[in-house]
């Protein structure tokens, strides 16, 4: 590891769920072999943005684009052995490829970029339930739902509610809460989706996680929103203040541009990571964190303009 990349790690202590951070990680911790490198790259609210916004774009010129995702997200793999590929939600909507192609060409698009898993967003309902259904063959990625029962829709059985994987001995857990739908969503989309707390979800299945898997890092994907549009609504805010057990939270639907993830407190007082990249795939989220006998010590994260896909 180089010394300028060294010094974006930040120490995290015992007694917290990453730490406390703030402090630089030693150098001689990295001359060993037992540190563990785990890359985790993430988007969200990507909205059918399959080409590059064009030349003329007042804010994003040329940037985005699927082929450009995928150059940077193999670029990545090519440099690190260890690395999850992960979306918040709303994969749908925005451009004429998804009026055409009705979330086929996304679905595909996500799997030759490799995808690992994803979760559902409000706008991925607006083909209708059955036509979210209809392109699920087309992901060769799980989609990951933990707060919205599918039992009588054809979307039955075709969500999991979590994942485990193994990266280099390190176990991960990922889950997925969606938005609230009533209100955000037609009745006609979503059909009889029944939703409930995604919070209490998130608190019931981090936990799940953290102590019956046993897994080394627990991820949500959440669909809630940075902060919520409505007062009452849930957010990520929330989430983290109010369960206990989830390490990071990786956040969509509000389309906000976080320069680095937000350190929250959750409702033991320790430390959770908040981030998300804004929207259309302009830019790529990267977490690497750094275990040590399969114990989170130290996490990297370089300003995400590093990582916008020009």
């Given at each position: ?19 406390t ?10 001359a ?34 699927v ?14 052995e ?12 925005g ?26 967003g ?32 054809s ?46 979800a ?15 890092l627990?991820?949500?994907?959440s669909h ?26 990786i ?21 959770v ?31 995400f ?6």
């Amino acid at each position: 590891m180089n010394q300028s990349r060294r010094e974006f790690v930040k120490l995290l202590s015992k007694g917290t769920a990453l730490g406390t951070l703030g402090f630089l990680v030693p150098s001689t911790l990295f001359a060993t072999n037992k540190l563990k490198q785990i890359t985790i790259l993430h988007t969200n609210d990507t909205h059918s943005q399959i080409d590059p916004f064009p030349s003329s774009h007042k804010h994003y010129p040329n940037m985005a684009g699927v082929a450009k995702r995928k150059q940077f997200i193999d670029q990545v793999r090519a440099e690190q052995e260890n690395v999850l590929l992960l979306d918040a939600g709303d994969i749908f909507q925005g451009t004429p490829y998804f009026n055409f192609f009705k979330g086929e060409i996304e679905m595909k698009s996500m799997s030759k970029m490799g995808y690992d898993a994803a979760t559902i967003g409000n706008h991925d309902f607006d083909n209708k339930v059955d036509g979210l259904s209809n392109v699920m063959p087309h992901a060769d990625f799980d989609m990951l739902i933990t707060n919205y029962d599918f039992s009588n829709t054809s979307m039955d059985g075709k969500t999991k509610p979590y994942k485990i994987f193994h990266k280099d001995g390190i176990k991960i857990g990922v889950f997925g809460i969606g938005i609230k739908l009533d209100g955000l969503v037609s009745k006609s989309c979503y059909q009889e989706t029944k939703y409930s707390s995604g919070i209490d979800a998130a608190q019931q299945f981090s936990k799940l996680l953290k102590f019956e898997e046993n897994c080394d890092l627990v991820i949500c994907l959440s669909h809630l929103g940075y902060t919520a549009f409505n007062k009452g609504d849930e957010d990520d805010h929330q989430l983290a203040k109010k369960t206990k057990y989830i390490d990071v939270i990786i956040g969509g639907h509000s389309h906000t541009f976080l320069d680095e993830p937000t350190v929250m407190k959750n409702a033991e007082d320790k430390d959770v990571l908040v981030t998300q990249v804004g929207y259309a795939g302009i830019k790529v989220g990267r977490l690497d964190f750094y275990f040590n006998d399969n114990k989170p010590l130290a996490y990297s994260s370089d300003h995400f303009q590093l990582y916008a896909i020009k």
